[in-house]
DNA sequence: AACGCTATGTTCGTCAGCGCACAGTGAGTG
DNA sequence: CACTCACTGTGCGCTGACGAACATAGCGTT
């Protein structure tokens, strides 16, 4: 309760005007996101977005006999919850804290009016939902052709990307959830990266060492959509009357 | 030249109130795709969303090493080149001519104008695009998860879904090229269908013989995306000011 | 200090899909 | 009408991931 966040730690808050992100201020509703806590079943309604400061959520694809994938991960940079401004109001998948931390809420109704207005929150919000659409479908690809080593590069650097801090509080079982594998295949390829000197791993703690060793040797998937993301999430739009750009 | 398919063909065209289409209508430009025309490049601005009537487009991801995948399929339920109204003008993937056929298109700026009346259009857009994700995100599990068997059901069945004859052309080589896998596997898996009697394949011409066959060995993520796209083109939104839907 | 639970490490047989090489076979072309 | 090329079918050995079973080890609890 006593130290909040500064909303503007989330980058889409941060990128508002000021007299835009003044008007919103106020009908932020701080939350704790607790490790695990569930933010979207499939096929429930959402009832708020999420605008987290720190913590990380991972959007996943849940299936009949409970084997689940994860398609996408969303930070400070992002915002959980974009089927109750795209119309739909639910996603078929789960959105689940992955990274325990603060966030910012606002409710569906509220969301729907500020993206009514087609402001700059508007634009955000679809610039956003492209660098998701991208992220998933590098994901796509990542699962088809790359390895499990290769893949658990990309989701520590990606983890990393979203944290403070170069220690991550993850257990082997958890990752091998998000990343759709069995948890024998995480020992094996953890146990590769930590042998190299790349991560410490000690019971649920991943402590990464050599970053630029993880880089080396993880796959396109991971520049390609961290590129797009600095792409879309930077770019400014150009005035709307301007024509073909 | 001759005969031009009508416009209403397109699910989304379709969808519009009279008077909103009777305005889009002068400004849609009807244009033939050819097989394997390319409609998008990866990182290239693209002039143009299309509509497609009959012709069927795949989204593809390809990497560095000229693998590919396809991250979800479009016909006339939808459109190509949402990267056009969310904002970011280009996306890191292809777009390819899959099935030849009619289409129209709507330049750039005039989709942008539509989009931002923030009428029916917009509505439509943003809920296509939400049907879409859910599409990718469904395409991410099932490479994980499913055997190439069902995969090929799968895209047989979407195909399926829109084409207006039983009958598709694509030869194995593609389709292997569409699911990222080996050519071999596909006819492999082919030839399973086929002494089941399910379809029978000839020299770049699929003909289904027995769909209700193929949607039973399909896996669970055909109906789920199908399921997804009929709650999402339906649906009528609520008035905006309606509050808590 | 003993216990129990959770997290990690290891092994082994199995199998789907890969890469490669090559054999048929139809369809269109000169 | 023969040729060629594209498409399909098949047979290897190989490998990465799977499933199951089990061993070890840290940490908190009592």
Redesign the pocket.
Known sequence: MAQQSDPRQNSMLAALPLDEYQRLAPLLEPVELKLGASLAESGETMRYVYFPTDAIVSLLCVMEDGDSTEIAVVGAEGVVGISLFMGGETTPSRAIVQSAGSAYRLSGPLVKAEFYRAGPLQDLLLRYTQALITQMAQTAVCNRHH???QQLCRWLLLSLDRLPTNELRM???LIANMLG?????V??S??KL?RAGLIA????RITILDRPGLEARVCECYAIVKKEYDRLMTYRRPPRDRGIG
């Open positions: 390895s499990l080593d257990t082997q079982e594998v069995r948890r024998e295949g020992t094996e953890a146990g930590q791993y000690h019971r649920g």
